[in-house]
Each structure stands twice: as C-alpha cells, then as structure tokens.
C-alpha cells in the first residue's frame, strides 16, 4: 500500500484573522467576468482553433455580453499574433469591450505584445512570472530577490514601453503558480510593481491572483484573497482579480469565495474615477454660479454677449452701425454691467461696519442700494425690468455691436445661444444658454486635464473649483476656454517623458490661448524647453517644437488681427482702451526710462491689491467683494498643497524651479500688459488687473508649496486618499462660494449707498 506520509500540504496558509468572508452568506455585488476560452480554452483543446474559429468564437464572446476577453498570447505564435491584429484591422472589438493580451516578463516578448495590441480601442496587458517555491527552487533557481526583480524589470519595461506605443492601455500582473507561494512574499512582489506602475483611482491596476496549481481546499484560497486584499498597497487603485483552476474540481467554489473575501474580478466599470468625479463637481458647481451670478456681471461680459450673439445669428462680420433683437436692447439696459457700481452715486457710500462714508470699492457690497430717487433697488427690480418691458411705452437705447473681433472663443456660447433662439427663449434664455454651454466646454478641457496630470491632481482641481474660476467659466468670458488651456499645458507639464501626442495637444492649447488673447501667451510656447533631452521623446527637437508652436500662435494671432480689419464696418478711428490718457508707445519708453520706477509700480500695485491673492472673493465688475471667500481661499489653496504631499506626487526640483521661475515672469508680463495697453502714462499704480489673470500663477504656487512641505511635513499621506480629499473639501468649498455669490445678489441686507 502507498505511503501517505511523505506527501504535505503545498500551500502556505496565512495567519488566523483572515477570514471575515465567512460571515458573508452570498455574493452582494455581481462581479465583472473576463473570458479566457480564447487562450487558456485554446490550450485545453487536442487541435487548438484555427484563425476562422478563433474569429467566430470571439463574435460569439462579444455577442453573449462579454465585456473583457483575453485574446491570447500574442507573442507565441505568428497564428495568436495574426488573429489579434485581425480583430483590431478590421474593427471587430467593439469600443465597449476591452481585450486582454498575455505576455512573459521578458524584452522582446513584451515588445511583440505592444505591436501586436496598436490599435485597439482599449487593451489590458497582463505580464507575469512565476513566484511559488517549487518554480523558485526546481526551474529558475533563483532566490526570492532575484524572482522579485524579474516582475519589477518587468514592470519598468512595460511603463517605458506604454509611452513608446501609442493606446488606451491598462496593466494586469500576476504572481504565478499564487497558490504554492508563501502569501506575504505574493504580496510583497505585487507592492514591488505597484510602486513602479503608480496606479491612481482612475487609471487602476489589476493584480490577477491565480489558482495555477489547485493546492488547497476553496476556503484556503478565501483566507489568501482576503489577507492579500488587507496588504496591498494603493488599494483604492487596485482591482483584485482571480484566476481560479478546476484541477481539484473547486474551481467554481474558490472563484465565489474569492469575491466574498475582497476580489473584484476585472470590475473596471465600477472604479471611482477622479477626473470624471471632479468633472462632474465642476460643472454642477458651474451650473450653480451660471444662474447665481446676474446676467452682464462677469466683467465685459456685456461685449462678449453681444459679441456672442453676433456670431449665433451668423454674424462673421464686424459693424458698429448693426443692431440687435428689441428684448437684446431691453436686457442690456435693464442690466447695466457693474450692477452694484450703476445703482450708486458718486462712488461713496456708508461702510456698514463702521458707518463711516467711505469710497465705493470698500463699501459697495450691497445687495441692496438706495437708488437716487430714494427708492431701494435690487437685482430682483432688474429682472423684473426686463420681463415687463412689453408693456411699457418707454423705448431703451438702441446697442450696436462693440469692438471685439473675436469669433474662436466665443463659438461655444454662440451654440449655446443658437439653442435657446431656437426654443423661443429671447435675449435672457440666449444668455443663459450661452452660459451653460462656455461651461461645458471649460468641464471638458478641465476633465482633459485632470485626465492628464500625472502628478499633483489636487492642486488642480482646487484651483478649477476655486469660486473665482468656476465664475468665469460659467460666464460667458473667453475666459472660460482660455482658463482651461491653461489648466491642461500645466497638466501635460507633470509628465515625466513626452512624446508625439503629448506635445500636440499642448501645442493646440497653446495656440488656442495664443488667438484668444495674444501677445502675452507666446510665454507658453517656452515651457515645454523645461524638459531634459531624455525626456523629450518627440519626432522634433525641443527648439524646433517650440519654433512651430510660436509660428502657428503668431500666424493666428495675425490671423485673427487682418480678419478683424478686413470685415470691419463703420468703427472708424478705435479710441484706444482706457482713453486718450493711454499711450502704448509712450509708457513703454517710460518703463525703460525709469525701471526702478516700475518695480515701485508693480509692489505697489501688488500691495494695494492684496497681492490678488486676497482678491480671490472679488466678484462682480470688482465691485461685489465676498469677504468669507477672500479670507478662506489661501487657506484652501494651502489644504490643496498639503494633499499633494505624497512622494509621488513630486515633479522634480529642476522642473518645479524653472515653473516658479516662469509664474514670476508670466505675472509680471500680464501686470505689464495691463500697464502699456490700458494705464496713462506714468501713472503710479496699474489700471485694470483682476485676480482671475492669476489663476494659473496661484496653481504654480500650490505647487510650490507643496513641495516645501513635503520637505517639513514628510507626511504618509498616499496620492489616491490625497485625491479622495480634495473632491471632499474643494466640492463643498465651490457649492458655499455659489450660495454666497446668490446670497449676495439676491438676499443679502440693505446697505445705505446713496443719501
């Protein structure tokens, strides 16, 4: 008879504790099923399938439902490469279903893979190398550090290659032969690729845990699922997926017990993802401060409506002698822009808190005034001029279209108001819709960059929900496209390489920015010169990419400049902006002439301004000051630099320090514009800035700051609960800014202005 004793168990249990599955009596939440008949079903057959059946079965796969299936092995065979690429040359993946390809941890393995993967809609690559004792001593010999490094150069390959190759792609690891693996060092290998891979919330990783060799009773396998799902790093980022075998005909029962111990199984249509989350509170938010924020109040948003509705009535044109529907007239008059400003006086008023009269700006935060006939005004008596306006006789004076050759910035409003014409909704519903629609264009370019920032995601999204950006980009200010170029070229910023495809679309944000408000923007174009040359994997050189960038930003900015000319109408001589005082040539000789000067102009300016990072709560035509928003934003904006603390969040000493070097000339530059294009000459202090100018400053100062206290604090705060913070905290931060912008305008008390 066969003596039993020498045999032992194969499998390595973990420590008691690990079993919480076992309260559970079934299965809460269905899991995602990946097909794998493709290649492991393949492999189970006498004669494998031909390239026509293996065709044909997968059209079957897709037809039953399946959403992720594994195509096979690319790189074993010319038969499993030549069916991938059939499947993605002839269109045959549906854009909902995901292909999974499995490679070896070896160079030219996983560089068949990725060609044989180009094309397709989404693809997850699954490398792997085997970890359990038995392969570790019997087949490579090797000791644990060196199996471990085997996955880690794997890794390291596989994240260089995904940038060398162009795709949707998602990464899957696994430790092979799990089951015959002593589970802390299973998880050690896996943490060990996960520190390469980086995997955030909304690009997660999968770590497959299979049954390779059915060792153990299903229950044993429960315990390891569950102790790997409690030990895993970034867990919030990674999808647990099982593999299970039927050697010991349980390979039912542990797949089940595996997902009440913590499996996911591929579920990748569950992941919280944090661009579509912070999206999603951009544009409610937004949607908030649309209607919050009374119609022309957005400073000069009185041309950019008219503008706006030039265009959305085909008004490709320019001419000051056209004019506008009759309820257009009424709007404008019945909304002066600067409301607050138009419903004073002389510009004094009494402080409510001190009662002292003092000038406008310091106590013209009413929501209420008395207007000079002695009678209380509000925004609410403005609406109500409007929408009698059919009955009375009294005629408004008549707008003309005002100096703004625009047309790019302004094309979403201009759909949004074609929209609402459409619908009957007159010259109010035209400005509305035009509001909503510049906002879904800022959420897509703000979702374009929090999809792209691979670094320092919270400061990104608190400066996109700060209350004074969600202002602009639900106005109807060119501001609202040009705020989100800006966000996504310093998105594109925080990678570590960039290649073809990265540089293009900074370079169309650039250029977009250049011809929406030019000049001033070519300082855009010498930013990406802050990579390194290993960095820089682009067909072009660096000089010669930012050669082109400047080239195609000029030759719109010129563009737009001759159109402008050409379709002009009856403008006659343009009066310069700011009057007859201003004169371009004149001031700039003056800065030259007297550059000490200068500099006392810019603090001064600084200093009077609150730095305009005490301005964040400025609203209106900077006559509606929220104080509660200016005192609390830097201490947000410094919450959002401390969530950004986790080491890989870090952008680098060099790069951060060339991007501190480009804020500081960037805010200089923009206070100079101001001073040549819209100050008189000489004058002590600079005419016209708005802190909205600085947004993109204030994110590069977050930025900074955050790398100083990553020094100080050294905190052990990941970049995914970093993240999951900051949707918390900037989301609520945005909704109160919203009520109390409405609260202002609408609700707020009675403040004497006029006497």
Same mark, same amino acid.
């Given at each position: ?61 897709? @037809?039953?439902?399946? @959403? ?73 010999? !090797?000791?644990?550090?060196?199996? !471990? ?89 990674? %999808? ?36 579509? !989350? ?93 207007? !000079? ?33 625009? %047309? ?165 001589? %343009? ?23 200068? %500099? ?156």
């Amino acid at each position: 008879m066969m003596d039993a004793t020498k045999y032992a168990p194969g499998y390595y249990p973990v420590p008691a504790g690990y079993d919480s599955w076992v309260k559970k009596d079934h299965i809460e939440k269905a899991p995602a099923w990946c097909s794998v008949d493709l290649r492991d079903g393949n492999q189970a057959l006498i004669v494998p399938m031909s390239l026509e059946e293996k065709l044909e079965f997968f059209q079957m796969l897709v @037809k039953i439902g399946f @959403k992720e299936i594994e195509v096979g092995f690319p790189a074993a065979s010319e038969t499993e490469y030549e069916f991938l690429r059939t499947l993605i040359e002839k269109n045959m993946i549906p854009e909902d279903v995901t292909v999974q390809v499995l490679t070896q941890c070896r160079d030219h393995i996983f560089r068949r893979t990725f060609e044989a993967v180009k094309g397709a809609p989404r693809a997850v690559i699954h490398f792997y190398n085997s970890t359990s004792v038995a392969q570790r001593e019997q087949v490579f010999h !090797k000791s644990k550090e060196e199996i !471990k490094k085997i996955a880690t150069d794997g890794a390291k390959l596989v994240k260089q290659l995904s940038q060398e190759y162009e795709g949707n792609f998602l990464f899957e690891y696994s430790p092979e032969s799990f089951t015959g693996t002593e589970v802390d060092y299973a998880v050690d290998v896996c943490n060990a690729v996960l520190d390469i891979m980086q995997p955030t919330p909304d690009r997660p990783m999968i770590i497959n845990l299979p049954v390779t060799v059915e060792m153990s009773m299903p229950h044993v396998y429960a315990n390891q699922i569950e102790y790997c799902d409690k030990h895993l790093k970034y867990r919030d980022s990674v %999808i647990i997926s099982t593999h299970p075998h039927n050697d010991r005909g349980t390979g039912v029962a542990c797949a089940e017990l595996a997902v009440l111990a913590g499996a996911a199984a591929l579920a990748l249509r569950q992941v919280r993802d944090f661009a579509k !989350k912070g999206a999603a509170c951009i544009l409610l938010c937004g949607v908030l401060f649309a209607f919050a924020n009374p119609p022309m109040q957005t400073p000069d948003e009185t041309d950019h409506y008219l503008r706006t509705y030039a265009i959305s009535m085909g008004r490709f044109d320019f001419d000051a002698q056209r004019g506008y529907p009759e309820d257009v007239d009424e709007l404008v008059a019945a909304f002066p822009g600067a409301w607050v400003n138009a419903h004073t006086s002389a510009g004094l008023g009494t402080d409510p808190d001190t009662h002292a009269e003092q000038p406008f700006n310091s106590a013209g935060y009413a929501l209420k005034q008395y207007g !000079k006939d002695g009678r209380v005004e509000s925004i609410r008596d403005s609406f109500e001029q409007y929408l009698t306006w059919l009955y009375r006789d009294s005629v408004p004076q008549r707008v003309t279209e005002p100096v703004s050759f625009l %047309i790019l910035p302004f094309l979403p409003g201009a759909l949004g108001m074609a929209l609402a014409r459409l619908f009957g909704l007159g010259a109010l519903g035209c400005l509305y819709g035009g509001r909503l629609v510049n906002l879904l264009a800022h959420t897509a370019l703000c979702y374009a960059a929090l999809r792209s920032a691979h670094k320092c995601r919270p400061a990104f999204l608190c400066i996109m929900l700060m209350p004074m950006s969600l202002y602009m980009g639900a106005s109807l200010s060119y501001d609202a496209t040009l705020l989100g170029c800006y966000y996504l070229m310093l998105a594109l910023l925080t990678w570590d390489e960039w290649n073809d495809k990265t540089a293009l679309f900074y370079a169309l944000a650039c250029v977009f920015a250049n011809g929406t408000k030019p000049y001033i923007n070519l300082l855009w174009v010498v930013l990406p010169l802050i990579l390194r040359k290993s960095e820089w994997k682009v067909r072009f050189s660096r000089a010669v990419y930012a050669v082109l960038t400047a080239a195609g930003a000029l030759a719109l900015t010129l563009g737009v400049e001759q159109y402008g000319t050409l379709l002009r109408h009856n403008y006659g001589a %343009i009066a310069r902006q700011g009057g007859t005082t201003v004169n371009g040539g004149a001031q700039l000789l003056f800065v030259l002439k007297n550059p000490l000067r200068y %500099i006392a102009v810019l603090l001064g300016t600084l200093y009077e301004n609150d730095g305009f990072l005490g301005q964040l709560g400025l609203f209106g035509w900077k006559d509606m000051p929220i104080a509660f928003i200016s005192i609390t934003a830097p201490p947000v904006l410094l919450a959002a630099a401390m969530l950004c603390t986790a080491q890989t969040d870090t952008l680098g000493r060099r790069r951060m320090g060339w991007l501190g070097v480009f804020g500081l000339v960037y805010a200089v530059g923009a206070m100079t514009a101001m001073y040549i294009t819209y100050t008189p000459v000489g004058m002590v202090r600079i005419v016209g800035l708005q802190t909205r100018y600085f947004l993109p400053v204030w994110l590069l100062l977050v930025l900074a700051a955050a790398a100083v206290l990553r020094r100080v604090l050294a905190p052990r705060l990941t970049a995914a609960k970093g993240e999951a913070l900051a949707v918390t905290l900037c989301g609520w931060y945005a909704f109160a800014g919203a009520v109390l912008l409405f609260q202002h305008y609408f609700v707020g008390p009675v403040y004497t202005i006029y006497k």
